[in-house]
């Protein structure tokens, strides 16, 4: 019983990569520098995931969904809030499951499946007694201790390609709900959020909902409502998901909802494979799986997945192949084919002229790069002060919410104040990322420009060697036209960050992912719980709590940001000697190319000239065929029905 299924995009997957070994085949027998960037794409593409994060608070019934998902009862339900912690799960041959902690010097621990279950369903300890409540404590300390847990498992969805990511139940107030809207779910391919057909929608959820996921891709988040199992009637049915419908298109505008039972799910699952359903009182009566709701949410999810976000995953290396493809048949087949017909008269002249370029070059992007370290450096103090105080803005401007409501009941003042820290923890959330971008951005632009303005000469000169210019000078008039003409040559730093925010496989996403789930893992330990409260001077008690909260969590976010900051400069600079370095490289491999081909006979040159053509044919081939496929899954995206 397997309905969630990307054939479709698996297809087109392999073709992709089929497409992409050929172009590798070519660029090995050209000796191109371009490879390495290709090699680089091709390990992207085949580490690629579908991530479906499962979002919801607590008591939605999350464990079971996904065990449902899975086909069988791999995630043990936590027993309360402070025992969830954050699930990975992904295919694995053999059974494993690993724990990974915020202490990243600290190695992963491999747990048993016992030894899983026994960990977040830790026994109640028995009040009164000491030792066992300080048991009890030693517990939950060591699961707020952990980043996350790996699960590895042989199951066919995930062998697909589907990477399950199970976050602890949220409610008003909970850290993790910042975390899950600026960390998990924009790097996600798909969110899900578990509702209960018993208690549908609840004010927190609503909140969560437009304070909170909004500003995100709303397009790829699924509202399931959980528990159609316990309705009694088709009558009730219908009153629930006319109330959600009803309360969620102001929101969502079209919003996914489907309704489904998942502990029936999953026991009709664990049926047809073969599992005996069995209680003391005799066997279990086990619905169909059509009854379940599974069909119609599993048949969504899998279009989605493939046809639009599948389509985009594959037409970005297909944009990038293209691009290479372009630059190779500009640059090296037309300066291959050039320096074999033009003259050599003075070659080895204009070459030793253009060797000194590219060796001042090499000089002058190293004072670029120093002056880079030492303008992120300089940065970091202005960007940590602004983002400081956004900070005691939001938290002050928290408290005073709090002053001018203590009327209110204290789910209404928590409610009130998270629906305020949602919309503004969002809001600085993006400016913090704007910022950052803008901000590298000015630096790498004033750094470069002398950088820019050399290669731009070196890259008209190589030109001249092969159109028969005599005069390797050229007028600085020409020069400006090409820089303006022309990208920016480290323009690509930008593009991966940009990218970085949404993308966990980019070259900055796998370190701000990390750096995200230190923040949610720092913040969920400081315990946003304010049901303890009680007596007459509640509402006291609750703003003590309230400031020491924001202060401990200013605390962490000002850590994290510096340590995000310091992580990127690091990698922008290493980014940016790469680029150098291999158009450096690049730019002497040609030259030498230049003087080689000055000592080949009429035979040999023409020999090579007729190679250079079958490569600029394969080329032109594999170019065509990116493109047809490339349009191929621009139309599905647009597809209604489906396939």
């Not at 297809?11 to 070994?21: A, F, N, V």
């Not at 208690?199 to 909004?214: A, T, V």
């Not at 680029?579 to 003087?595: G, N, P, R, T, W």
């Not at 490569?615 to 493109?627: G, R």
Request: glycine share 4%; with cysteine.
């Amino acid at each position: 019983m397997k309905h969630l299924t990307l054939d479709f995009f698996k297809e087109k997957k392999d073709k992709t990569l089929r497409l992409l070994e050929e172009y590798l085949l070519v660029l090995d027998d050209m000796q191109s520098n371009e490879k390495r960037k290709i090699q680089e794409l091709k390990t992207e593409l085949m580490n690629d995931k579908f991530q479906i994060v499962v979002v919801g608070e607590f008591s939605r019934g999350k464990s079971t969904f996904i065990n449902a998902l899975l086909g069988r009862r791999l995630l043990p339900s936590s027993a309360k809030p402070t025992t969830a912690i954050l699930n990975i799960i992904s295919y694995h041959p053999e059974p494993s499951i690993n724990i990974y902690f915020h202490d990243k010097s600290k190695p992963k621990m491999t747990l048993t499946e016992t030894e899983f279950r026994q960990l977040v369903a830790p026994k109640d300890p028995i009040i009164g007694d000491p030792e066992s409540e300080r048991e009890y404590e030693k517990q939950i300390e060591f699961l707020q201790s952990i980043r996350y847990a790996q699960i590895g498992y042989p199951i066919d969805i995930c062998q697909d390609g589907i990477e399950i990511i199970d976050t602890p139940g949220t409610n008003d107030l909970d850290p993790m709900r910042e975390q899950i809207t600026n960390n998990i779910i924009p790097k996600s391919d798909a969110a899900i959020l578990l509702l209960s057909a018993t208690k549908i929608l609840s004010e927190s959820e609503l909140s969560f909902l437009k304070h909170r996921l909004l500003e995100n891709d709303i397009h790829k988040i699924f509202i399931v409502i959980n528990f159609k199992d316990l309705l009694k009637t088709e009558e009730d049915m219908k009153k629930v998901m006319n109330y959600a419908m009803e309360n969620l298109k102001p929101i969502l505008k079209e919003p996914k909802i489907f309704m489904v039972a998942a502990k029936e799910a999953l026991n009709a699952k664990r049926k047809a494979n073969g599992e005996e359903l069995v209680t003391r009182r005799g066997p279990i009566a086990v619905w169909d799986y059509e009854r379940t709701g599974f069909i119609e949410f599993e048949k969504a999810l899998s279009h989605f997945l493939q046809y639009e976000r599948g389509a985009v995953k594959l037409q970005r290396p297909i944009q990038r192949m293209i691009k290479s493809i372009d630059v190779v048949i500009e640059k090296q087949i037309s300066f291959e084919r050039g320096v074999l017909n033009t003259k050599k008269d003075d070659l080895s002249e204009k070459a030793d002229s253009i060797m000194k370029q590219i060796e001042h070059l090499e000089h002058i992007g190293q004072m670029a790069l120093h002056d880079i370290s030492f303008q992120l450096q300089k940065e970091s103090s202005s960007l940590m002060q602004w983002y400081k105080k956004e900070l005691q803005t939001i938290y002050s401007d928290a408290l005073k919410i709090f002053n001018e409501n203590q009327y209110l009941s204290i789910d209404a003042l928590k409610r009130k104040i998270e629906d305020f820290l949602g919309s503004q923890e969002r809001n600085l959330h993006l400016q913090k990322l704007q910022k950052i971008k803008t901000t590298i951005g000015d630096i790498i632009d004033k750094s470069s420009q002398h950088v820019n303005r050399e290669w731009a000469k070196i890259d008209l000169n190589m030109d001249q060697l092969w159109k028969n210019n005599n005069d390797v000078t050229l007028p600085s008039t020409i020069i400006d036209h090409d820089i303006q003409s022309n990208p920016n040559l480290f323009s690509g730093i930008l593009e991966e960050l940009e990218e970085a925010w949404w993308r966990e496989d980019s070259l900055f996403g796998k370190l701000l992912i990390g750096v995200g789930l230190a923040v949610t893992a720092i913040l969920t330990g400081i315990g946003y719980v304010l049901g303890w409260l009680f007596g007459e001077n509640e509402k006291v008690k609750m703003r003590r709590q309230l400031t020491q909260q924001f202060e401990q969590k200013q605390r962490e976010k000002e850590v994290a940001f510096k340590g995000e900051w310091g992580a990127l400069s690091k990698m922008v600079q290493n980014k940016y000697e790469q680029i150098l370095q291999e158009q450096i490289s690049k730019f002497k491999l040609q030259l030498q190319q230049a003087i080689d081909s000055t000592k080949l006979e009429e035979a040999e040159i023409q020999t090579r000239l007729e190679k250079i053509a079958r490569w600029e044919n394969k080329l032109n081939f594999i170019k065509t065929s990116l493109q047809s496929l490339y349009h191929e899954l621009e139309n599905t995206r647009t597809a209604e029905e489906y396939v």
